[in-house]
């Protein structure tokens, strides 16, 4: 069993302000949980790359990235009142942008089981126009626009906090990527309805599953049973991709979601579970309690990997289940 982690220390070089929840040391605590394990070889470095613009351009217009770099050369600059470029911003934004590029190549190469793109800035806030939410471009995106022009079907799953606004808005009329967002309402952005369904060809393609704050485990696990299998199943996605962001944790300074690390390493196992072989990749997206983040990163890769290191149970009771069955019943999937 192989774990393939792309991660870099020029990541470390975004500095999105002071005091901003969005830090450099998140990255560490999430270097420290995967250090809990212990996987020795079974960890396989993979250097990430730096995206060409023609891949960034599958997702976002040159003006955009002109902006961007103009920005960059400038010494840096506020996108929106919370998403800013440094120095070494842009680099570091087209590095995470390349590592899900980097990680498809190597999982065809190697074999290797999963991969996991450990990268700041996150991305899946970014619109193919706008930076904003402390994401500059969309990871992500980047990553599913490159496999659709290569004539797969991919999934992504979204299971950060916050709705996933780019990613849908980018895949908006695309069937070719089903886009699932688990997150809670309301919350920052302020999209994210069950009424978000996608228009055009894309129309039923885009999926949004609305949470009220608190709730726990067992809705999202619910979710994942009564709408995410299902309907990617249904799809037959070539790939799985996760906007693994980690805030939807109780401890989460930013949200009011219910979950432990132990929740989490249920709902990493089923997605991971749910691909087809050697086609699963996980982005790192928000978490902004440390401690937290360092847990629910050892408890994720720990249950997909086959090891016995939960640092917190999971949860049930929360709130939330009337929404995951109003979204299964729209989507048509059958209960
Ligand atoms: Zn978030």
């Not at 990235?65 to 919370?82: F, Q, Y």
Request: with cysteine.
């Amino acid at each position: 069993m192989a774990l393939l982690f792309l991660t870099d220390e020029r990541f470390l070089e975004h500095v999105a302000g002071k005091k901003h929840p969005e830090s450099p040391a998140r990255l560490e605590a999430v270097w420290k949980g995967l250090d809990n394990l212990f996987l020795g070889d079974d960890l396989v470095r993979i250097e990430p790359r730096i995206a060409t613009e023609t891949e960034l351009l599958r997702c976002h217009p040159i003006e955009h990235i002109k902006a961007l770099e103009a920005l960059d050369a400038n010494g840096g600059g506020r996108m929106d009142p919370d998403t800013r470029i440094s120095k070494g911003s842009w680099d570091a934004a087209r590095l995470a942008a390349g590592s899900g590029l980097a990680a498809v190549e190597a999982l065809i190469q190697t074999q290797a089981e999963t991969a996991f793109c450990a990268i700041r800035p996150p991305g899946h806030h970014a619109t193919s126009n706008r930076s904003m939410g402390f994401c500059l471009i969309n990871n992500i995106a980047i990553t599913a626009a490159s496999l659709i022009a290569k004539g797969e079907k991919v999934a992504v799953i979204d299971i950060d906090a916050h709705h996933g606004n780019g990613t849908q808005e980018i895949f908006y009329s695309d069937p070719r990527v089903l886009m699932i967002s688990i997150h809670q309402w309301p919350l920052y952005p302020g999209t994210g309805s069950e009424e978000e369904i996608g228009e055009l060809e894309g129309k039923g393609f885009t999926v949004n599953v609305p949470l009220p704050p608190g709730a726990t485990g067992s809705t999202y696990r619910s979710a994942l049973d009564k709408i995410v299998v299902p309907l990617v199943e249904d799809f037959q996605a070539d790939w799985i991709l996760v906007s693994a962001g980690f805030d939807a944790h109780r401890e989460d300074p930013l949200t009011d979601m219910g979950l432990t690390s132990g929740d989490f390493a249920d709902l990493t196992l089923n997605l991971f579970n749910l691909a087809p072989k050697n086609r699963c990749i996980f982005f790192l997206e928000g978490g902004y309690n440390l401690q937290a983040l360092t847990d629910s990163v050892t408890a994720s890769f720990a249950s997909i990997m086959g090891i016995n290191s939960r640092p917190e149970s999971a949860t049930g009771d929360g709130p939330g289940v009337e929404v995951v069955n109003r979204v299964a019943k729209s989507h048509g999937v059958i209960l």
